[in-house]
Nanobody, 116 residues
Framework: QVQLVESGGGLVQPGGSLRLSCAAS????????MRWYRQAPGKEREWVAF????????NYADSVKGRFTISRDNAKNTVYLQMNSLKPEDTAVYYC?????????WGKGALVTVSS
């Protein structure tokens, strides 16, 4: 059974940094691309970042490009999201995602609050 567990969320001041982690299990992690999404209060869930199976290809939403970095460690079955220069509009629950056999799987999310 696919399991994704996010960690590393918290409260940070504008301009600060956080690193989210997502520990994966129940599937062959190194065979699948991974994604991060986020959902701000009162808004739809939106895609944030993508990383290929080998980590060499990444893509980002325009709103986070140049500030966020996605990476993965296939030996640890973990995907990361390094978030720098955080803004209040980055406040959201951040979700790890994998698409396997025509089905999306999600973690429970990690809350990131950017506020002074």
């Amino acid at each position: 059974q696919v399991q994704l567990v996010e960690s590393g969320g918290g409260l940070v001041q504008p301009g600060g940094s956080l690193r989210l982690s997502c520990a994966a299990s129940g599937f062959t992690f190194s065979n699948y691309a991974m994604r991060w999404y986020r959902q701000a209060p009162g808004k739809e869930r939106e895609w944030v970042a993508f990383i290929s199976v080998d980590g060499y290809r990444t893509n980002y939403a325009d709103s986070v490009k140049g500030r966020f970095t996605i990476s993965r460690d296939n030996a640890k079955n973990t995907v990361y999201l390094q978030m720098n220069s955080l803004k209040p509009e980055d406040t959201a629950v951040y979700y790890c995602n994998v698409f396997i056999a025509g089905r999306d799987s999600w973690g429970k999310g990690a809350l990131v609050t950017v506020s002074s």
